[in-house]
């Protein structure tokens, strides 16, 4: 499958410990956006990241989240001391270098925070 | 504050009838247009794009953008049953920002 992988698909976590969801572009594509969705609303920017950069994390909480996109390996998003708040869908996307690429997304993972 | 503004609905169409979802967005420098669909419990997926004045046409899917108006359309004819889902619309803004920012959804059913 050539396609945007996340895993896992579901993750649940206990309020205080960590979540960590990763994200492998599809081939070709060298941008990566995370997004989190919540029940029955709209996905909301978070991150969008180059290899070793992050382009721009305005959407990002400013405490407990982190990203990156390492030189080898998978895209991660990291929430660090969940609180039940952080439970949703969050979606990673990647698209090619050229400007108006569409972005591609992969199934998600669903946190539930307990 | 950058938004893209779509009817929630639910929108409900018979079988076989076009539907027509809307979208109005803020930035007026913004490039590209994008459709989604989503079904329940799973993820976006494309189905058009948009970039220039006019109408794209996609088998049974048309794409209209007016940027004077900052109004992009997509009507499905002939619509199905299987096309019961929610359609996302989304902008790519102007500047080097590469994120789309995206509508809150609009809920399409369509009745057999």
């Known amino acids: 499958n050539a396609g945007v992988m996340q895993n896992p698909r579901h993750l649940v976590r206990r309020r205080g410990q960590e979540a960590r969801l990763r994200c492998s572009p599809m081939?070709?594509?060298?941008?990566v956006y995370w997004y989190r969705q919540l029940p029955e609303e709209g996905l909301k920017f978070m991150v969008y990241l180059q290899k070793e950069n992050i382009i721009d994390e305005s959407g990002m909480p400013k405490e407990r989240f982190s990203a990156e996109f390492p030189k080898e390996g998978p895209s991660i998003l990291r929430i660090q001391q969940v609180v039940r708040g952080d439970s949703a869908a969050y979606f990673c996307?990647?698209?090619?270098?050229?400007?108006?690429?569409?972005?591609?997304f992969g199934n998600g993972t669903r946190l539930t925070v307990t | 504050q950058k938004e893209v503004e779509q009817n929630s609905g639910p929108l409900s169409v018979p079988e076989g009838a076009i539907a027509s979802l809307n979208c109005t967005y803020s930035?007026?420098?913004?490039?590209?247009f994008f459709w989604y669909r989503q079904y329940s419990g799973k993820s976006p997926e494309l189905i058009m794009f948009?970039?220039?004045?006019g109408d794209k046409e996609d088998g049974r899917f048309t794409a209209q953008l007016n940027k004077a108006s900052q109004y992009v359309s997509l009507l499905i004819r002939d619509s199905q049953p299987s096309d019961s889902a929610t359609y996302l619309c989304a902008v790519k803004a102007s500047g080097s920002a590469r994120q789309l920012t995206f509508g809150s959804g609009t809920q399409l059913t369509v009745l057999p």
């Open positions: 930035d007026r420098g913004s490039q590209s």
């Open positions: 081939k070709g594509h060298s941008h």
């Open positions: 948009i970039y220039s004045n």
């Open positions: 996307a990647s698209s090619r270098a050229n400007d108006n690429s569409p972005l591609h």
